[in-house]
Nanobody
Framework: QVQLAESGGGLVQAGGSLRLSCAAS????????MGWFRQYPGKEREFVAA????????YYLDSVNGRFTISRDNVKNTVYLQMDSLKPEDTAVYYC????????????????WGQGTQVTVSS
């Protein structure tokens, strides 16, 4: 059973940066492509970014492309999301999970969701 723990969120002014971490424990996630998702209050989670199993390829939501960078350290069993030039509309709770690389959708069944990390961007 894999447990995912997101961290690194916080309050930042528009234009600032944050680096989110997703630490996996219990089992390696090196066999999975991994993705970051975010959820606005009362909304479904939406895809933000994904990275292939060995980290050679990545894919982004159009609105974050060029501002966010996903990376992974398979030795540390951790996935990162570097968020630069943050905007108020990036305010959300951010989660990570495994994804199917061909479709960039969460695997079925999903790994156990973590509690997420709150990102708040003030204008």
């Amino acid at each position: 059973q894999v447990q995912l723990a997101e961290s690194g969120g916080g309050l930042v002014q528009a234009g600032g940066s944050l680096r989110l971490s997703c630490a996996a424990s219990g089992r390696t996630v090196t066999n999975y492509a991994m993705g970051w998702f975010r959820q606005y209050p009362g909304k479904e989670r939406e895809f933000v970014a994904a990275i292939s199993r060995v980290g050679g390829s990545s894919y982004y939501l159009d609105s974050v492309n060029g501002r966010f960078t996903i990376s992974r350290d398979n030795v540390k069993n951790t996935v990162y999301l570097q968020m630069d030039s943050l905007k108020p509309e990036d305010t959300a709770v951010y989660y990570c999970n495994a994804v199917e690389w061909e479709t960039i959708v969460v695997v079925t069944p999903p790994l156990s969701w973590g509690q997420g990390t709150q990102v708040t961007v003030s204008s």
